[in-house]
Nanobody, 123 residues
């Protein structure tokens, strides 16, 4: 069992930056690839990016590639989403999630989810 808690959301102006963190409980954190998803009002949950168990590989959605960076610290059981050059289209609730599958971009492959943190980008 893994419990995930996101933090760091808030209001930021377009072009600005924000860093989200996800803290995981449990001793098996390094057994999971960690993904970030987001969901805007009236839209389906959307893949943002994922980092492999050892942190050596990442995969990003085209919409965030070059602007967002995922990293993890297995010693601290945390995963971070650094977001730069934010756009109004990035406004959403952001979720971190854990999967036993390698680098999946499909929500159905994820076993555990946090409750999300709101990111609002003002234009």
């Amino acid at each position: 069992q893994v419990q995930l808690v996101e933090s760091g959301g808030g209001l930021v102006q377009a072009g600005g930056s924000l860093s989200l963190s996800c803290a995981a409980s449990g001793r098996t954190f390094s057994s999971y690839a960690m993904g970030w998803f987001r969901q805007a009002p009236g839209k389906e949950r959307e893949f943002v990016g994922v980092i492999s168990r050892n942190g050596y590989r990442t995969l990003y959605a085209d919409s965030v590639k070059g602007r967002f960076t995922i990293s993890r610290d297995n010693a601290k059981n945390t995963v971070t989403l650094e977001m730069n050059s934010l756009e109004s289209e990035d406004t959403a609730v952001y979720y971190c999630a854990a999967t036993s599958a390698p680098l999946s971009n499909l929500p159905s492959y994820y076993d555990y989810w946090g409750l999300g943190t709101q990111v609002t980008v003002s234009s």
